[in-house]
């Protein structure tokens, strides 16, 4: 893992992330390895933070961006078709999992936060609760990039929102910047890149394609 971040860095990248995608409590049930989890984050950001530290020069800083992501599961959405109603996670629980998750992505020393794949929108301000809350009491405040993730031709992410009702759901938290990523390649994803470009004007946009 170090040597793929190195292979970014010395192309030329500022910014590197943690590799920490499906490292939650939620996630990692599905593997019986919810113990694992801070260690897990811990040893992503530690990687990515010692690959940064070997190129950094005064002129060309680079950054290490601690991944949050999705998880396998979604608060607002059913996992049963006969059962609208039915829910197998729970806010709470995808905040408590965040936070784990934060919490070890920052004592291994990454950057900014990035929470990214965002197919349900409620997933995402869980993540940005927790990240606001350990923000709040450690007292240190990092940036923080949100990326969602359409994942087909209509335009939507998996939960039902366009682009722009996306944007509107989480701007509330500030981001550094907006985006999108994965799923559909660049030539698909320009328009939607090109709709956030338009209506986040008091932000930056960012963009990487599957």
């Known amino acids: 893992v170090e040597a793929i971040h190195e292979a970014y860095l010395r192309a030329g990248a500022d910014i590197v992330e943690t590799n920490t995608f499906g490292a939650t409590r939620v996630a990692q049930a599905d593997y019986a390895l919810e113990a694992a989890v801070r260690e897990m984050n811990v040893a992503g950001a530690r990687l990515a933070r010692a690959a940064c530290d070997a190129f950094s020069t005064a002129?060309?800083?680079?950054?290490?961006?601690?991944?949050?992501?999705?998880?396998?599961?979604?608060?607002?959405?059913?996992?049963?078709?006969?059962?609208?109603?039915?829910r197998n996670v729970t806010f709470a629980e995808l905040r408590d999992a965040y936070r784990e998750q934060a919490e070890g992505l920052l004592e291994g020393g990454c950057d900014l936060f990035l929470v990214e794949t965002i197919f349900d929108t409620l997933n995402a301000k869980a993540a940005i609760f927790a990240l606001d809350e350990l923000m709040e009491e450690s007292g240190e405040r990092l940036p923080v990039i949100v990326s969602g993730t359409v994942t087909d031709a209509s335009g939507r992410i998996l939960s039902g929102q366009t682009v722009g009702a996306f944007w509107h759901s989480v701007r509330h938290a500030r981001p550094l910047a907006i985006g999108l990523n994965c799923a559909l390649g660049a030539a698909l994803m320009r328009p939607y890149v090109e709709e956030l470009a338009r209506i986040a004007g008091d932000t930056f946009v960012s963009c990487y394609p599957n």
């Open 59 to 86: 002129a060309k800083p680079r950054f290490v961006a601690g991944a949050l992501g999705p998880t396998p599961r979604t608060a607002s959405i059913s996992p049963d078709v006969n059962d609208p109603a039915a």
